[in-house]
């Protein structure tokens, strides 16, 4: 099976001062591979790297070397782009607008028609509560409405492939779930999920596949069961254990 | 390009959605009117002095609205961090200055028709004379004017670090070379070497923004510009808008985003 | 969390502490504003007030050549004085201003070439009643400086001689008057408005006379050459009003002080003159 989401060799460096001398190596050498209808955990701690591959992914930041793939097609193209959802970690969407400018604005950049835009939008305000505030300007939005924004114009384009940045991360317990209940429709559509995050119990309850990311090293890639068995405990302690962290337990 | 005119489309609707171009037309207009209201020696038939009232504060109010705009929209997308959604489409960075560029100028461009209108009107209210084509001559250099300005505030905006530094820096720029561009080579005569050769290389350089501002021609009832001339000053105009944005490009393409 | 009546209270107290300060600064303003004077540009600008002034006139300037006017890179080529603005129709010549004013000249390069066609780049003067629109600049350039007398005799010149307001031209001149009482000049334009507006000889007498007396008081103190042609201008409006009103010696006797104050620009023109009106006022008697 072709994977839809493909890292070979990928290794990122930033390089600072006037000389640019000693550079910081955020990836080193990662390979990964994702496939169609699988929903991915990218767990790891801070400063693993997590963020740097997606911006690699989305085309923010160039590789250093090696190369990235969305759908086969390298993600120097913009075109490999067309088929995603991106939900950032945080993001204050443009204030002066409604959700349905937003989004209106976005399915414009995606080509989409008129009459299905109109249908698009109606089916994602439902899917995000967001039905009732459609006309109010997204600076009167709280944080999990605006994250749910978030999500709204992520899946404007009728992604195949939704890319995570800590979709819960800020928000409160209702609104964890609310994410997580939509992640868990979505694939149920089967659509492929890609995200990050630091919260390992949402990501045993959510993700077929993990990848846990250390120092910029992929350290281990596996379904979540495999894992479990393999290590004879739960997420949490095979995460710790995967990062070198000593329990004292 | 329709990629290009979305983002406009969004630039336009943050300036008819920001208080700056009503407070700015409202000050105007209240100025003008007030000037207007003042009679000199009885004689309601003056009314250059208001023509020129009206369209110095046209300008002022469009640099600053241009300046304005075109400022805070790059470093704004980062700071909010809207960028990174935007760029996580098929949207290219060259899409997004494009886009940001034609935003606020056809934005300008909305403001300028209110301005010229209520100029029009004040001028034809007094002397019932209504020079449209003279107008529409003003109107459009002052936009082509505007293009360049703009260009040039969106290249500032992505090397100076702060939008403000890049508004004070711009606004210098653009209304020393409005007084001074014309004079540049007056200028350099005077000068001993090498800082003759220096100032006539800024001459050729820079973009010559006042031949965009025609306001003699309008407030003193001056023959219609040559409109070969004036075609002339709007491919001008478009050379340098093409360079800034060039340029502008040129950065932007190599500047990492860290989301 | 504190009652809102405390809010109320706070708010009162900052209300009368306003107030307060309001009654106490208000004397401290009205002293303020009589030591400066009641105009109100005069208080905010200073002394820089005759900087501003001199801008505004030569903003007039500027509208009467219709936009074409020097630069402050080609200050050679601005006119000297007023006369060009405002004078008698021998003084008022506009192609002798428009060879005095040719600072454009040759253009050196390509951008000065093609930026001349968004420039106003041909001289003449205003005219057929457009010169009202000088008035609002002299207007402003009088208030911001009520001594710069010129302000008062360019305005008062055009209101009487092309836009048919003696009345308005009357009002200006006495405005400048009342803050400079021994101008010659402005006296002269009055006399000009009675004598040739209100066709009122005896009071235009009256006040070229007092001109001629103000002009004595300033011998010595003044370039004898300007003396001199405001001695010749006054006593021709003298001797031309004595002519009209049959007094043929009287306007003999005019004419031949112009003489004698050596301020004619043609004495042999003026001594045929004196002959003529001499023998005329011979056969009369």
Known sequence: MEPILKLEDLRVEFRSGALRHNPKVALRGLNLEVYRGEIFGFIGPNGAGKTTTINVLLGFVAPTAGNAYLFGVNVREPIARQRIGYLPELTYYYKFLTVEELLRFYARIFGIPRRETDRRIDQLLRLVELEQVRNRPIKTYSKGMQQRVGLAQALINDPELLILDEPTSGLDPIGRMKVREIIQRLKNEGKTVFFSSHELGEVETVCDRVGILHEGELRTVGRVSDLKAQFQTDLERIFLKIIGYQLNT | ?259 | MRSPRVHYLILLLLVVINFTLATVLDIAAQAWTRRGGTDLLAILLGDARRIFSAHFFIKADVYFHAGYYPSIFDLTARPKDSSHMAGDNHAHDEEKCGKAMQFLGRPTDWIERFGRNFAVTEHKHLNSGKEREILPWLRISASLDPHRIETYTVAAFWLRRTLGKPEQAEAFLREGLRANPDSYELLHELGCVYYENYKDAARARNIWRLALEKLELQRGKKDEDELAKYYHDILLRLARLEEDQGNYALAADYLEEIIERNAAPNPDLLRTQITELREKASTRH
Not at chain 2, 128 to 133: C, K, V
Not at chain 2, 165 to 181: D, K, P, S, W
Request: include cysteine.
């Open chain 2, 1 to 259: 390009m329709n990629k290009i005119l979305a983002i406009a489309g969004v630039v336009i609707k943050e300036l008819y959605r920001r208080k700056d171009f009503y407070v700015l037309f409202v000050l105007t207009a209240l100025i003008t009117l007030v000037m207007g209201s003042a009679t000199f020696f009885n004689d309601p038939k003056i009314v250059r002095y208001l023509v020129e009232v009206c369209l110095l504060l046209i300008w002022v109010s469009a640099i600053a609205i241009a300046i304005g705009t075109a400022a805070r929209q790059i470093p704004a997308e980062c700071e909010s961090r809207t960028i990174f959604p935007l760029l996580a489409k098929p949207v290219t960075r060259a899409h997004v200055i494009l886009g940001k560029f034609l935003g606020c100028w056809f934005a300008c461009g909305i403001a300028l028709v209110a301005f010229y209108a209520f100029a029009a009107i004040v001028r034809g209210s007094r002397e019932a004379y209504w020079p449209m084509l003279h107008y529409f001559q003003a109107s459009w250099l002052h936009w082509m004017g505007l293009a360049v300005m703009i260009a040039m505030v969106i290249l500032g905006s992505l090397i100076f670090s702060a939008p403000s530094a890049n508004a004070t820096i711009c606004e210098i720029i653009i209304v020393g070379i409005l007084l001074l561009g014309g004079h540049l080579d007056t200028v350099a005569l005077r000068q001993p070497p090498p800082l003759d050769l220096i100032t006539y290389t800024i001459y050729f350089f820079i973009p010559h923004l006042e031949w965009f501002d025609v306001r003699d021609i309008l407030v003193h009832d001056q023959p219609l510009i040559k409109w070969w001339a004036v075609l002339g000053a709007t491919a001008y105009a478009a050379a340098y808008t093409a360079t800034f944005l060039f340029l502008a490009w040129l950065i932007f393409r190599r500047k990492p985003l860290n989301a």
